[in-house]
């Protein structure tokens, strides 16, 4: 199939961001096929666990007793308590945007020059800010200037979707989300982003084909 008969305007990032299970690696993993089918060079970047320049301050945190992992049912979780030390929530923000901002030099900008090139991002600052608003249970980070400043990170044009899917499916989905005590809290940062924020909406509703045929529309394939 060539791109020129398949394609509407396919846009060089396609950033796809939603809760653990809510099925965006799906989607991304999907469209990658597809586009590779059509001729394209695609690239799947799965932008978790970026700590680079905020590692030391997570190693601190982990001695001084702000990182913490508890077990229950045989299931490790993780959690990060930094809401206790605003000098540490800051930080830990500020760190993580440079760390972004790393994301942006080092693993988005080289990969945008040339045709027919295409970069899928599974997570990136809207995944980061929920985690962070976890993290430091600073509400206002989303729609204030430091969430300005993660968003201005976004290379224009970038498409972007979420994947929401409803809570019950999710936590089938990912049952380690019934024994963290944030995934509530996190689900609800990324229905606030549904409101709030210009990202285009994919509903999970348990049927995989309609999900993916939307997702292929929402970026430019004719179907």
């Known amino acids: 199939m060539s791109t020129s008969s398949a394609v509407m305007d396919i846009p060089k990032i396609i950033y796809v961001m939603g809760i653990d299970g809510s099925g965006k690696s799906t989607v991304s993993e999907h469209l990658a ?115 300005d400043a993660f968003l201005s990170l976004l290379p224009p044009d970038s498409k972007l979707l979420l994947v929401d899917r409803a809570l019950d499916e999710v936590l089938g989905a990912r049952p380690e989300g019934r024994v963290d005590a944030n995934f509530i809290e996190r689900y609800r940062h990324y229905k606030r982003i549904e409101r709030q924020c210009p990202v285009e909406v994919l509903r999970n509703n348990g049927e995989l084909a309609g999900l993916l045929q939307a997702a292929e529309r929402s970026v430019g394939i004719r179907l």
């Open 33 to 147: 096929r597809r586009l590779r089918d059509m001729g394209y060079q695609v690239e799947v970047e799965w932008l978790r666990f970026n700590h680079v320049l905020s590692k030391p301050l997570l190693g601190l945190c982990r001695l001084i007793g702000l990182t913490r992992y508890e077990v229950s049912d045989g299931i490790r979780v993780g959690y990060h308590d930094f809401h206790r030390s605003r000098v540490v929530s800051w930080l830990f923000v500020l760190l993580q945007y440079l760390d972004a901002w790393r994301v942006l030099q080092l693993k988005i900008k080289p990969r945008m020059k040339g045709e027919h090139k295409i970069l899928i991002l599974d997570r990136y600052v809207y995944d980061i800010l929920v985690d962070l608003m976890v993290d430091t249970r600073f509400e206002g980070l989303l729609s204030g200037r430091t969430g």
